[in-house]
């Protein structure tokens, strides 16, 4: 019996924990923003991130992780008031939001064994 416990006790501990992966959008700014993601010159999606609040832009938790990819959408703006402020193309040099394995433009904020958070900021600079 105490070899029964022993066993049940190994296949718990040793079965693989999920991966969980949080991404998250920041507006640093004092305005109100809209993202919108183009495919083509159809907008795909628009989200609307408040002043100074973040937007999830994907939690995954699964077996196998999981990355954030834009790679089916051609830009995305962000708009102020109905004015586009700044548009990111997977091939914008600096910081991108297209560039999620890039840390100086997504930032790995928390790193623990099975869980990781990225932030992308967007700052008042990012829109000038």
Known sequence: MKKFYILIILVLTSCRKDNCVLYLIENET???LILIL???REESFSYEIDSNTSFTQL???DRGGWSLSYDYFDSIQVQVNN????TYYPESP????YNVDDRDSWLLVVNRKHYQKFVFEITEEDLK
Not at 83 to 86: A, C, D, F, L, R
Not at 94 to 97: D, E, H, L, P, R
């Open 38 to 40: 183009f495919e083509g």
């Open 94 to 97: 600096g910081k991108n939001i």
């Open 30 to 32: 004092e305005n109100d």
């Open 59 to 61: 939690s995954e938790c």
């Open 83 to 86: 004015i586009v402020k700044k």
